[in-house]
């Protein structure tokens, strides 16, 4: 199992920027996913936002934070950053970021929250208020 840990949440209003961190141990997973989950909406609910593969450093994003959003991983892959910027109030929700242990596959299903098996953090809250 994969321990992860986020941080950089918080209240920002709307236009505003944060940069939230996804901490784990070195050369652990192939690939790091950002969901988010709304105020209300369950566990099945959360909505992809950004991935990240450890090898090849691919990204893909959700359309709704395409150009706005930037993810990133340290050289060492230990961290994995979520870069936001003008953010809208709909961004608001609980963050979390999920691995795929290394060896796994990281590619195009990113976004199945299921391929993430019990590799998920506790969560980071971000608020925008407009």
């Known amino acids: 199992q994969v321990e992860l840990m986020e941080s950089g949440g918080g209240s920002v209003q709307a236009g505003g920027s944060l940069r939230l961190s996804c901490a784990t141990s070195p050369n652990s997973y192939s690939g790091v996913a950002w969901f988010r989950q709304g105020a209300g909406k369950e566990r099945e609910e959360r909505e992809p936002v950004a991935a990240i593969c450890a090898g090849s450093g691919d990204t893909f994003y959700s359309d709704s934070v395409k150009g706005r959003f930037t993810i990133s991983q340290d050289n060492f892959k230990t961290t994995v950053y979520l870069n936001m910027t003008s953010l809208r109030p709909e961004d608001t929700g609980m963050y979390y970021c999920?691995?795929?242990?290394?060896?796994?596959?990281?590619?195009?299903?990113?976004?199945?929250?299921?391929?993430?098996?019990?590799?998920w953090g506790q969560g980071t809250q971000v608020t925008v208020s407009a």
């Open positions: 999920a691995a795929r242990p290394r060896f796994s596959t990281c590619g195009s299903r990113w976004a199945l929250p299921e391929l993430y098996r019990n590799n």
